[in-house]
């Protein structure tokens, strides 16, 4: 009776523990994104860039992801040789050793310079957001961070 006493609260602390480590970070959530290199509005389609959380984020009263924490982003569209808007999108979270995929809404750079009196806005040729730029994305879906112990170090 007592072995299996003992099996039943092993079992039941695992649980436990995998419930306080399992999170998810709801759709709708703020990621505020710092760039580590520059990104050009010439730049390709899918080119990727890297960056870093610069804010920690939040769920539930709890920290899931620190600032610092690394991420991977994409060229969604570019200017080319046109007008078209600048979009970006991040598209991974690297926690620990693990690259888990998100989807976010795009973010859009443009080069405006000024608004006209009838609101147009003039903008210039191509351009750059500079190392340190700073964006914010919204996810679009949950991202589920799993049973991961390292989610909160975020580095």
Same mark, same amino acid.
């Given at each position: 009776?007592? &072995?299996?006493? +003992?099996?039943?609260? $092993? @079992?039941?602390?695992?649980?436990? @523990?995998?419930?306080?480590?399992?999170?998810?970070?709801?759709?709708? $959530?703020?990621?505020?994104?710092?760039? &580590?290199? $520059? @990104?050009?509005? !010439?730049?390709?389609?899918?080119?990727?860039?890297?960056?870093?959380?610069?804010?920690?984020?939040?769920?539930?009263? /709890? @920290?899931?992801?620190?600032?610092?924490?690394?991420?991977? =982003?994409?060229?969604?569209?570019?200017?080319?040789?046109?007008?078209?808007?600048?979009?970006?999108?991040? !598209?991974?979270? $690297? +926690?620990?050793?693990?690259?888990?995929?998100?989807?976010?809404?795009?973010?859009?750079?443009? &080069?405006?310079?000024?608004?006209?009196?009838?609101?147009? *806005?003039?903008?210039?040729? *191509?351009?750059?957001?500079?190392? =340190?730029?700073?964006?914010?994305?919204?996810?679009? /879906?949950?991202?589920?961070?799993?049973?991961?112990?390292?989610?909160?170090?975020?580095?």
């Amino acid at each position: 009776m007592k &072995n299996k006493t +003992i099996v039943f609260l $092993t @079992i039941c602390f695992a649980i436990s @523990i995998q419930s306080v480590y399992a999170a998810t970070i709801p759709a709708g $959530t703020a990621l505020f994104v710092q760039t &580590n290199e $520059t @990104i050009a509005s !010439t730049d390709p389609v899918g080119k990727k860039f890297a960056g870093q959380l610069y804010r920690d984020v939040a769920a539930n009263g /709890k @920290i899931l992801l620190r600032a610092g924490t690394g991420v991977v =982003g994409r060229v969604k569209k570019s200017r080319g040789l046109g007008s078209k808007p600048l979009i970006l999108d991040v !598209t991974q979270l $690297t +926690i620990g050793q693990r690259l888990v995929p998100i989807t976010t809404e795009g973010f859009r750079a443009d &080069n405006t310079r000024f608004t006209t009196r009838r609101g147009i *806005s003039v903008g210039g040729g *191509s351009f750059q957001l500079r190392v =340190g730029t700073r964006m914010q994305f919204r996810l679009s /879906k949950p991202v589920d961070l799993g049973g991961s112990r390292d989610h909160g170090v975020g580095r």
